[in-house]
């Protein structure tokens, strides 16, 4: 695990990691902030450079660290059997049954 960064997270930051943690998936927060998937994937990846997680880190994980180092107030209620409702997919390799 890296360390946080030491810049705080931005006002859309912060709405991005509530949203994330609402299982809500990048499609979803796109549409809800007017913005394009391409920038919540950037933001994503700042969120987790400015929490101390690793680039590669799934989004619990990102969640987890957010909450442990008082970035996140609310608990962590995301998990990843739910995180794929409409508007995000799969992970590669996943089988839809």
Known sequence: ?????G????????????????SMGRRQIANALGISPETVRTRVE???ERVGVDKGADIDETLRVAHERGFLSE???R?????HGPG????RGSRNT
């Not at 695990?1 to 960064?5: D, R, V």
């Not at 998990?79 to 995180?83: C, D, K, L, N, T």
């Open 7 to 22: 810049v705080p997270l931005s006002d859309v930051h912060t709405r991005i990691l509530k949203m994330m943690n609402n």
């Open 79 to 83: 998990s990843e059997a739910r995180m």
């Open 75 to 77: 608990p962590v209620r």
């Open 46 to 48: 700042q969120i987790k």
């Open 1 to 5: 695990m890296a360390e946080p960064s």
């Open 88 to 91: 995000s997919r799969p992970p």
